[in-house]
């Protein structure tokens, strides 16, 4: 167990609707990255937040978007669902902004079935 | 810009014998390298990571890797293959001057018995 919790475990939507994926970080850690993973893209970083703010941004669309809260808790926004968002979505979480030799610790994951 | 790449997509051993797999980067700064293995519907949990000093580094579960800057590679090792080692393995990269996480495609090991 790394710590870091997701909600919800599956999440099966249509098309055109919005989901709010929820992570928590591990104690201590104020960084939050969040990643999709694909069977034909692989692992993909989307953003990052440190602290409450945005501090490095990956392949997101711009129908995604992501905030992290004053407990530290982050959540991701997926708008206007297309069939090709159905993945798994993984949440990190590290001490600090990211910069140095530090790793990062992976939820289990939320799998995004758009129909 | 950094990148890293894994050689085969998919591997497969016998169980018992050598595992190999192959992470090459590019790094135009040092970098601090990542295995990361994924069990079947879970996910990502870290191996061994390469920051400074020794460049043989060891992990969990009898697995090692060696930093080499000469060939641009920290490949990942095991020398006797266990059933429940079947999994994906992730290297990744990062420098000292980014925050950013750089994964590979991934490596599906299979063992067979």
């Known amino acids: 167990d790394s710590g870091v919790t997701q909600t919800p475990k599956h999440l099966i939507t249509a098309t055109g609707q919005r989901v709010t994926l929820r992570c928590s970080p591990r104690?201590?850690?104020?960084?939050v990255y969040w990643y999709q993973q694909s069977l034909d893209q692989g692992l993909q970083f989307l953003i990052q937040?440190?602290?409450?703010?945005?501090?490095a941004k990956g392949n997101i669309l711009e129908r995604f978007s992501a905030q992290q809260f004053p407990d530290l808790h982050s959540e991701l926004n997926l708008s206007s669902l297309e069939l090709g968002d159905s993945a798994l979505y993984f949440c990190?979480?590290?001490?600090?902004?990211?910069?140095?030799?530090?790793?990062?610790?992976f939820g289990p994951g939320t799998r995004l079935t758009v129909t | 810009a950094q990148s890293v790449t894994q050689l085969g997509s998919h591997v497969s051993v016998s169980e018992g014998a050598l595992v190999l797999l192959r992470c090459n980067y590019s790094?135009?700064?040092?970098?601090?390298l990542f295995w990361y293995v994924q069990y079947p519907n879970q996910g990502l949990q870290l191996l061994l990571k390469?920051?400074?000093?020794?460049?043989l580094v060891k992990g969990i579960n009898g697995f090692e890797a060696e930093f080499k800057k000469s060939e641009t590679s920290f490949h990942l090792t095991k020398p006797s293959a266990h059933m429940s080692d079947a999994a994906e393995y992730f290297c990744?990269?990062?420098?000292?001057?980014?925050?950013?996480?750089?994964f590979g495609t991934g490596t599906s090991l299979t063992v067979i018995p």
């Open positions: 990190a979480s590290s001490v600090g902004s990211g910069q140095g030799s530090g790793e990062q610790y």
């Open positions: 104690s201590g850690d104020l960084s």
């Open positions: 937040y440190y602290n409450g703010e945005e501090r």
């Open positions: 790094s135009s700064v040092p970098p601090y």
């Open positions: 390469y920051t400074t000093g020794a460049t």
């Open positions: 990744a990269v990062r420098t000292n001057t980014g925050n950013q996480f750089y």
